[in-house]
Nanobody
């Protein structure tokens, strides 16, 4: 069973940047999604990337600010977050696209 281990996140001022990483165990490549859940809100989709990296998709709320990418040699997917806003404050989770396998979550807090 594949496992996802996240790193990154933290506290940043509005307008700042953070990088999240999601490392998958083993050698099999998977499509990976990022989701986030803010306090008192439902978990929402943020971005996705195919196993080859050729196809990406983004939520409208983060378009042109966040970039999803991957390094298949490291079996790791990244979420580069620029121009962060207080509304981006949430716990961010990576997930295998077609499996109920989730990372442990990373807290992102953006101060105004």
């Amino acid at each position: 069973q594949v496992q996802l281990v996240q790193s990154g996140g933290g506290l940043v001022q509005a307008g700042g940047s953070l990088l999240l990483s999601c490392a998958a165990s083993g050698r099999t490549m998977y499509g990976i999604n990022w989701h986030r859940q803010a306090p008192g809100r439902e978990r929402e989709f943020v971005a996705s990337i195919s196993k080859t990296g050729e196809n990406t998709r983004y939520a409208d709320s983060i378009l042109d600010r966040f970039t999803i990418s991957r390094n298949n040699a490291k079996n790791t997917v990244y979420l580069q977050m620029n121009g962060l806003k207080p509304d981006d404050t949430a716990i961010y989770y990576c997930k295998v696209d077609d499996k109920d396998v989730w990372g442990q979550g990373s807290q992102v807090t953006v101060s105004s």
